[in-house]
């Protein structure tokens, strides 16, 4: 794979599983380690099944070789998007620690901006900036280690 730009590629995967957890109404919340215990489990599924497609869309390109732009928009379209839109369903369904629903709505938006970044724009993947940046380090911060990376 195209190793100079796989990982920020990785980092949008991970990042992306980064989002806010509202739950059932009738749901009891998670403690703050169970909601990053299941949340990381959901990320950590989701960049396996990421990479695995990465892989198969840009395996065959050189070391020194980029993906077109034609290539990029697949990749947000086909494995991006839909990767992180179900990363944050799930998310979504555990019923956040009580108190944190603020901090992880904030984590939600983050992502929500950074997967438009590259909707709008697929080239970004190829710059040096990180559109998950800042949601990746809130998710840190927060406590997750497979949905920060």
């Not at 989002?19 to 919340?29: I, L, M, N, V």
């Not at 077109?68 to 379209?77: A, F, G, H």
């Not at 839909?82 to 620690?97: C, M, S, V, Y």
Request: glycine share 10%; with cysteine; net charge negative.
């Amino acid at each position: 794979m195209f190793k100079r730009y796989g990982c920020t590629i990785a980092v949008a995967l991970l990042a992306a599983g980064a989002g806010a957890g509202c739950g059932g109404d009738d749901e009891e919340p998670l403690s703050k380690a169970e909601y990053i215990k299941q949340g990381d489990a959901i990320c950590k599924k989701a960049q396996a099944e990421g990479e695995k497609d990465v892989e198969e869309m840009f395996g065959d390109l050189g070391a020194n070789e980029e993906p077109s732009e034609e290539q990029l928009k697949t990749l947000v379209d086909d494995v991006l998007k839909p990767n992180t839109e179900g990363q944050l369903e799930e998310l979504r369904d555990l019923p956040a620690p009580e108190g944190d629903e603020e901090t992880l709505n904030g984590i939600y938006d983050g992502v929500e901006e950074g997967l438009e970044k590259i909707e709008d724009d697929p080239m970004i993947l190829l710059s040096e900036d990180d559109p998950f940046e800042k949601a990746s380090q809130e998710a840190e911060d927060y406590g997750f280690e497979e949905c920060s990376n």
